[in-house]
């Protein structure tokens, strides 16, 4: 499917027919929707997170709908890395779109060597590294809360790959600037906001979790506004690109993440009841752009005004 010049961007040096890609754990490994939806007319996949083993992840229910988004605790239940590269990835070769493998792992000896793994395999695109993850060998204290573990995560990674590294910011710490630029100073090429917000539903007759796993990540148009403003900070923080994602279901949304700085976006929960949400968005976005009498959405990158300066 051709898609409107107008669209056309790069991110961290890599050509995208458009910016808005389909965030990781939503979309599988990409392959799976291959009969239902062109996946050359995507911006980008980021595939399901990969770990150094296979993971079943966390016990049923894994999803509940809430008032404007979802919960999820799927646990990052997914088929490891090396029966990726066997299995999955010689299918994404030929899609036509760009590949982004999501990375996480509980020490820093896992991130690497998921990462030495895809070191050796082609038609990758560029790294997406969750650091969402609790550090097993510092008592448990998240990647993405502790601005020196992270600042250590980023460089050790970067050291070893050969491709662009985007890592992918928590929205559950007390200020996104700080982390933005840790990640940033230790070599990040971008970083990509915001992964889910931690949350809980109950159920009042039963008064148990809704989620078998208890806690579980909130996701949808419930976060947008929470998700556009952190976007914005981090924009202000770094110099290095942002991907911004949180609640995105249409081209406008597309585009104010834009604005809010993003160099371009992820479409995540409007996947489930949509698999064709990030073609539709490219398209909406395009009509918003025509309409502004924007020649490229490059030029939207960035331009927010705001009314307290």
């Known amino acids: 499917m051709k898609m409107s010049s107008r669209l056309a961007t790069t991110l961290c040096g890599i050509s995208l027919k458009t910016p808005v890609l389909a965030a990781s754990g939503t979309y599988a490994y990409g392959v799976e929707f291959k009969k239902s939806i062109d996946l050359s007319a995507l ?23 809430t008032e404007g988004g979802m919960l999820n605790s799927i646990g990052l239940q997914n088929i490891g890395v090396r029966a990726f590269v066997a299995d999955k990835l010689p299918a994404l070769r030929g899609s036509g779109t760009a590949i982004f493998a999501n990375v996480f792992g509980y020490s820093p000896e896992d991130y690497l060597e998921v990462v030495r793994v895809l070191e050796d395999a082609e038609g990758i695109a560029a790294y997406e590294l ?105 924009a202000q923080a770094v110099k290095i690109p942002v991907i911004g994602l949180g609640g995105i279901a249409s081209g406008t949304d597309a585009a104010e993440f834009l604005i809010a700085g993003a160099s371009a976006v992820e479409v995540g929960t409007a996947n489930f009841w949509d698999p064709g949400a990030p073609v539709r968005i490219a398209n909406e976005l395009d009509r918003f752009l025509k309409e502004e009498k924007i020649s490229s959405v490059g030029e939207l990158v960035g331009t927010f005004k705001t009314q307290w300066s």
């Open 43 to 65: 911006g980008g996949i980021v595939v399901k997170g990969l770990s150094r083993e296979p993971m079943e992840g966390n016990p049923p229910p894994r999803l509940y709908e």
């Open 130 to 234: 969750n650091v969402s993850c609790p550090n097993t060998k510092h008592g448990g204290i998240f990647f993405s809360s502790d601005p020196v573990l992270l600042s250590e995560l980023v460089g050790a990674v970067q050291a070893k790959s050969r491709r662009p590294l985007i890592v992918k910011l928590s929205p559950n710490v007390a200020r996104i600037d700080t982390v933005a630029r840790a990640a940033a100073e230790a070599g990040a090429d971008a970083i990509s906001l915001v992964n889910t917000f931690i949350a809980l539903a109950i159920d009042p007759r039963t008064r148990r979790a809704r989620l078998g796993a208890g806690f579980g990540g909130l996701s949808g148009p419930a976060i947008k506004p929470v998700a556009l403003r952190m976007v914005y900070e981090a």
